[in-house]
């Protein structure tokens, strides 16, 4: 039987906002839809990801306690121009990724700065790209065969459009969701050395250990060095100031400073 991680990560860095970063693991057994409604089940946020037609839920306008926003990721809709691109086979897809990495380069030069900054730059920068990339990409599919891979491609952006789009005025949006990507490549990377959770619980008990890991990481603390801390401190801890020993409020004990 093969499980699934899922990851939700938030982290405000790119628009400069309050709170601090924290990436949050789950298993399942399967890929099924209805794991990130139970995950997200009183979240009515951004949820930028892929095109993953389990998510749709999470978006209707009916649903209770609201809808979520959804905002695609422009890595996943570049990846196949770049595939097409690299392969040599499309001219068409190598103009695609030109006009994408446009819109990133921008976008490279506007992270960390508070959202209303991001927000006016796009409006006067990167619309006008955007706008320019939508109007020749529906020329050029107005030409060719459904069948065409870097038809397939543009398909897969037009369709979803608005959600492309919702980044030019909400601040907050980032361009696409690398930081879950980052966040699950530790599993990608390291898959083949432990192929095996052995069950259900251990598959549960290993997203809990990521959750701590991928957050430590997130804010720039050694994931080792604050577990072995919290991990001797916690018995003895008052469990009303448990949040001090969050990756974010934790203070490195001063005998490991004085070791550096």
């Not at 690299?86 to 960390?112: C, K, M, Q, W, Y």
């Not at 990507?181 to 990608?188: K, T």
Request: overall charge positive; some cysteine.
């Amino acid at each position: 039987m093969t499980g699934r991680f899922w990851t939700y990560v938030r982290d405000d860095r790119p628009f400069a906002g309050p709170d601090p970063p924290a990436a949050l693991f789950y298993y399942s057994r399967n890929r099924s839809g209805e794991h990130p409604q139970r995950h997200l089940a009183g979240y009515t946020g951004i949820l930028q990801a892929d095109a993953y037609a389990g998510f749709g839920d999470l978006y209707d306008a009916k649903r209770r306690p609201g809808p979520v926003t959804e905002a695609a990721c422009w890595s996943h809709g570049r990846r196949s121009f770049f595939t097409l691109a690299a392969a040599g086979t499309s001219p068409l897809a190598a103009e695609a990724v030109r006009r994408i990495d446009e819109i990133f380069a921008i976008e490279r030069e506007i992270n960390g700065c508070p959202g209303e900054k991001r927000l006016a730059a796009r409006k006067t920068r990167i619309a006008p790209l955007v706008a320019e990339l939508e109007g020749w990409t529906r020329a050029e599919r107005a030409r060719m065969s459904r069948h065409a891979e870097t038809a397939k491609a543009i398909d897969y952006m037009l369709k979803r459009w608005p959600a492309f789009t919702r980044f030019l005025v909400d601040g907050r949006i980032c361009i696409s969701n690398n930081a879950a990507e980052r966040a699950l490549r530790g599993i990608a990377l390291g898959r083949k050395s432990w192929l095996f959770a052995g069950s259900d619980r251990g598959g549960e008990r290993a997203a809990a250990v990521y959750t701590l890991i991928g957050t430590a990481k997130l804010n720039g603390i050694d994931p080792q060095a604050w577990l072995a801390d919290i991990l001797r401190r916690i018995a003895d801890h008052p469990v009303t100031r448990l949040h001090e020993l969050l990756p974010w409020n934790w203070k490195k004990p001063a005998s490991q400073a004085a070791a550096l």
